[in-house]
């Protein structure tokens, strides 16, 4: 597995360098965001890892670019800025999973095997078109409708609804959530699931009638009609 890791710190691309080829990774490292984008999109990658705050072209550009390049790619962001509303900027640009400087580098093996594996695996026999009430999702053009109505979403949102969707009249939880859009574990303290519920339910449902977002307090969320 070929691994890209954009970090301008030396001595801490060289640890995760280091860490990583011990565990039989071939990883490419790059000292900006200008030449990390173009590594990237020379293709052959497996995971992109990359910082936040980079010379020449910062982390958030970085993933946008790649994102909208190289849909399928999981990118991972390595930061020391870790507050809710950094870790929503992140997702919206596009990484899959965000890991807040200091970190332990048994939890950084953690996360990019579970990246490697969720792209990898894949039901084949997924439906491509999931459709509730008046609402219609795309998987393969990414493209959501309700009641003839295109709603854009960012990636992390169309995730989120996908997820919904896919287990819709069933509550659940915010641990569930997390585990299974993000597949990591937040602080129970956070109110990160929440503020991206509530951008969903802004596009999803502020402008139509009849309410699909619902929250069942103490217990989680559910999508339902009514």
């Known amino acids: 597995m070929r691994i890209l890791v954009i ?3 030396e001595r801490v691309g060289a640890l995760i360098r280091r860490g990583l080829e011990e565990q039989g990774y ?28 980079l010379p020449r072209i910062n982390g958030l550009e970085v993933s946008r670019a790649i994102r909208d390049a190289l849909p399928d790619i999981p990118i991972l962001m390595l930061t020391a800025l870790g507050t809710t509303d950094d870790k929503v900027e992140g997702f919206d640009a596009g990484a899959d999973d965000y890991l807040v400087k200091p970190f332990d580098l048994r939890e950084l093996l953690v996360r990019i095997r579970a990246l490697l594996k969720r792209n ?16 219609e999702m795309n998987l393969q053009t990414k493209l959501v409708t309700r009641n003839g109505i295109e709603i854009n979403l960012t990636p992390k949102e169309f995730r989120l609804l996908e997820y919904m969707l896919q287990n819709r009249e069933r509550v659940l939880s915010r641990a569930e959530i997390a585990e299974n859009v993000w597949e990591t574990h937040f602080d129970t303290g956070t109110n990160f699931i929440d503020v991206y519920i ?15 977002i619902h929250t069942k307090p103490g217990m989680g969320f559910i999508f339902k009609e009514g």
């Open 7 to 9: 970090e301008d710190e």
């Open 198 to 212: 509530n951008y969903l339910r802004k596009k999803v449902d502020k402008s139509f009638g009849v309410k699909l």
């Open 26 to 53: 071939e990883v490419t490292l790059a000292w900006d965001g200008e030449m990390g984008l173009k590594l990237a999109l020379g293709g052959g990658f497996d995971l992109v890892i990359t910082d936040i705050v």
């Open 120 to 135: 990898v695996v894949a039901s084949p026999k997924q439906a491509s078109i999931l459709r509730y009430a008046d609402l």
